[in-house]
């Protein structure tokens, strides 16, 4: 019969010894920060809430429940450094898919080299993964609120892949870019700390474009004009959800940021020497109003983003 505490032994043998003062095992970790501010984010993956086992792999479920939290490090400009991690388990969960979850988990967390260094197992009904990850600052965290009127927007990567990835899931579909983005998310680690030297707001798209370009928005005390021809769409997501949908659709995990328009040629030309992809899509406005310009000029308002407790009767 299984115990909680082997149970923790064979996950934890997933993963690298941290190399911290004092790492999983006792009551707390203790950790050795450098000179740099610590950034320390948390979030959870919830059974029927952010994923199926039906539709999502073990791998994918330990792989997303540490990138969402990459992905919030990565909008602060942080380098991550350290995790904790609460699993929920249900009685009957396999510990040979536990052990794939901690693999998926592990590979992330190498690519990344941040640490595991503690954190906690229990029985639920439903399946859960609690992160807690900590990054440091080189220099002053990237927030919501640094935004100005005349700031270009920028963003990474394309909008709208994971809620296409979804609907295909749903309808049966297994594999694909798409169903691929919904189940593993890439964080941009990378290109936020190059963001950090250039921009004055981010954050990470997890609510869909429309909804988090509103909280910046609210944050920073500006409003905001979209440019629908300018959206990074692939032709499959145009074609399945037309920009709008795109706009709404949640967990693309790519970045939103703002720049001075002095700094733009600078930040285009790191961007293009670390190969990352940007695309600018508008601009903050003085008048605290969010619009979208459409390729005839006309101003049309944008759709909401994922809300968890508003009933969308959908998974995401």
């Known amino acids: 019969m299984r115990g909680e505490f082997s149970l923790i032994e064979r996950f934890l043998a997933e993963f690298p010894r941290a190399r911290v003062p004092l790492g999983p095992g006792d009551d707390c ?3 050795a920060p450098s000179r740099g501010a610590l950034c320390v984010t948390t979030d959870a993956v919830v059974e029927d809430v952010h994923f199926t086992r039906a539709h999502f792999s073990p791998e994918d479920i330990g792989h997303k429940a540490l990138a969402v939290n990459l992905s919030d490090l990565a909008a ?7 995790f904790l991690c609460a699993l929920a388990l249900p009685k009957d969960f396999p510990e040979r898919a536990l052990l794939r979850l901690a693999r998926g988990m592990s590979t992330l967390a190498r690519e990344h080299r941040i640490a595991l260094v503690g954190g906690n197992f229990t029985s639920a009904r439903e399946l859960s993964i609690t992160v807690t990850a900590a990054g440091e ?15 270009l927007l920028y963003m990474s ?3 709208g892949e994971a809620r296409l990835g979804l609907n295909q899931l749903q309808a049966g579909k297994r594999r694909g870019p798409a169903v691929l983005r919904q189940r593993r998310p890439v964080p941009r680690v990378a290109l936020g700390r190059l963001a950090s030297r250039f921009a004055s707001a981010a954050l990470d798209i997890s609510d869909g474009l429309a909804q988090d370009l509103g909280h910046l ?14 959206l990074p769409i692939t032709p499959a997501v145009r074609a399945a959800l037309g920009p709008e949908g795109a706009l709404a659709g949640g967990e693309d995990y790519e970045l939103l940021l703002a720049l001075p328009p002095a700094r733009v040629k ?27 310009r459409d390729p005839d000029g006309r101003l049309i308002a ?5 809300d968890h407790f508003r009933s969308n009767g959908r998974v995401d």
């Open 266 to 292: 600078a930040f285009e030309r790191a961007c293009a020497r670390a190969a990352q992809r940007v695309t600018r899509i508008g601009r903050l406005t003085r008048e605290r109003r969010r619009v979208l």
């Open 29 to 31: 970790a203790v950790l």
């Open 76 to 82: 602060m400009g942080a380098t991550p450094r350290w």
């Open 157 to 159: 990567g394309t909008l």
């Open 217 to 230: 928005c609210e944050a920073s005390g500006v409003g905001a004009e979209v440019e629908l021809a300018h």
């Open 302 to 306: 944008p759709p909401a983003g994922f």
């Open 137 to 151: 600052l080189q220099r002053s965290p990237l927030t919501r609120s640094g935004g100005r009127p005349g700031d």
